[in-house]
């Protein structure tokens, strides 16, 4: 049989349980107010089955062990009446009412217990890596302008650190952040290359500013590293250069660095009309740009630039037959390259 407790107040016979009366602790000894629930103002709590308990706060019947409930000493049952979720909110209220206080505790508790905290703190920063990152992320998209803002203020109020600050950062991680823009860039070209048209195109004047600005204040050894890169780029340049003028004139453009290459091989790295040795030549065009020269392994030759200068918009073999330099053995091997042939007079162009 259940025990049974007279309330004092309305003297009904009710169970001496917990949803019925208050628990008390006087003079070490634990027991039951005299009063029932209901005669202070307050309900019954739903009747719990064995080895659960109702938080006394949401109301919501959890199994009475440690992973609901804290431990108490105080309580009838041994553990606290109020679950964990419930405490967990209560702290959180109480932290954002008395702040001073919650900063003060946070210090002195890991001053005290610094190795313990760290420990813990690193367990649950692997265990919750993704859950972090997700809310790092819906937090920022919520909150970008406002942190953008920031951001900006700080810079305005401190730019020279900031600025050594990029540099240093820039210069630690230039693989990394080349290797990701390669990929951003790659992942949708032609969306990046239309926003880049477009940007040029409106801020053309500041972009001109900017780059003689920094050509203006590059130290020597940076003059010398520009310099270096610009030797070494000097030829790819140059076929870029080449191509570009002739499809903005609508003409064939097929050469690659390979024609180009087996082009000076063919002439043994000399100018195809005069015969000098040099280590850069001009891409001469036999039939001129002028005239509809496409540029095509067939219609270039390596060329000197006094020659390239001098030849100019003329057709190649009058023009050369009145040179001082005339050699009827390198118009030959210069019919033979562009598939000329003088008994027909007829060329065989090669586009591809």
């Not at 209901?38 to 019947?61: A, W």
């Not at 049952?77 to 003060?104: A, F």
């Not at 540099?167 to 990929?183: D, G, I, V």
């Not at 219609?299 to 918009?313: A, G, L």
Request: hydrophobic share 25%; charged share 35%.
């Amino acid at each position: 049989m259940m025990e049974e407790k007279k309330c004092l107040v309305c003297g009904r016979e009710l169970p001496a349980r917990r949803e019925f009366f208050f628990e008390q602790n006087r003079r070490g000894k634990r027991g039951f107010r005299l009063p029932c629930r209901e005669c202070q103002g307050y309900k019954f709590l739903p009747i719990e089955r064995e080895g659960y308990q109702h938080c006394s706060n949401c109301g919501v019947e959890h199994p009475l062990n440690e992973t609901y409930f804290e431990k108490s000493k105080s309580c009838l049952t041994g553990h606290r009446k109020i679950c964990r979720e419930c405490r967990k909110q209560q702290h959180v209220e109480w932290k954002l009412k008395n702040p001073d206080w919650s900063k003060e505790y946070e210090k002195r508790r890991w001053s005290e217990n610094t190795e313990r905290e760290k420990a813990r703190h690193k367990v649950y920063y692997y265990s919750h890596q993704e859950e972090r990152i997700a809310a790092s992320a819906e937090w920022y998209e919520k909150n970008r302008s406002e942190v953008n803002a920031k951001k900006r203020e700080r810079r305005a109020l401190n730019p020279e650190k900031y600025r050594e600050s990029d540099k240093k950062y820039r210069l630690a991680s230039r693989e990394k952040r080349n290797a990701s823009n390669r990929m951003r860039y790659w992942k949708n070209p032609e969306a990046h290359r239309e926003y880049n048209r477009k940007y040029q195109a409106e801020n053309r004047a500041t972009l001109i500013i900017k780059k003689r600005e920094r050509r203006l204040n590059l130290t020597p050894e940076e003059r010398e590293k520009v310099r270096a890169y610009q030797r070494k780029t000097q030829p790819r340049h140059n076929m870029q250069t080449a191509a570009y003028r002739s499809k903005k004139k609508g003409l064939i453009t097929t050469l690659s660095r390979e024609d180009w290459v087996q082009c000076k091989e063919y002439f043994k790295h000399q100018c195809a009309y005069c015969g000098k040795e040099l280590k850069s030549f001009a891409k001469e065009h036999v039939i001129p740009v002028s005239k509809g020269g496409p540029l095509v392994r067939t219609n270039i030759v390596p060329s000197c630039k006094s020659c390239n200068s001098s030849k100019i918009n003329n057709d190649m073999e009058p023009w050369y037959r009145a040179q001082p330099f005339f050699s009827e053995s390198r118009l030959a091997k210069i019919n033979k390259w562009i598939g000329f042939n003088p008994k027909t007079q007829t060329q065989q162009l090669s586009v591809f």
